[in-house]
């Protein structure tokens, strides 16, 4: 089965809600910055950012400026809207971002045949504008 370009849901589907550990990362994402949140005291990534660093115990987050390139880690094809269930082929992925060893993100991947998507695929960053003025990181084929 061939299933053609791989598409971003539409913004308009996607709402997202925030708390104080990961507003940070939307903040930056309006201004097209992609981020991760960094240990201040260990200097090791998690995502999603959480209060509490679960491998030093520090409440420091620092939210350093990434260059927007990504590896894919997993992916899958999905071909029905999960919102009106209309087919419609976009290509879920979980990717390892580029200068933030251990920081993985979810999102969607595009500028690709579905089919061609795999592991190991590079990937850059787009963005894409959602619900109540967010911007949502998504990635295209490098
Ligand atoms: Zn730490």
Known sequence: ????????LPGEQIRITTNPDTEPFWQAAKEHKLTACQCGECDKFRMPP?????????????????PGTATVFSYVVC???????????????VVDLDGAP?????A?????DADDVHIGMKVSVVWTDI??????PNFQKA
């Open 1 to 8: 089965m061939t299933y053609g370009p791989a598409h971003l």
């Open 50 to 66: 959480t209060a509490v660093c679960p491998h030093c115990g520090s409440r420091e987050k620092k939210w350093p400026a990434l």
């Open 79 to 93: 071909n029905k809207n999960p919102k009106n269930g209309e087919d419609y082929v976009y290509v879920p992925v």
């Open 102 to 106: 251990g920081a993985r993100l979810n």
């Open 108 to 112: 969607n991947v595009t500028g690709v």
């Open 131 to 136: 619900q109540d003025n967010w911007v949502l």
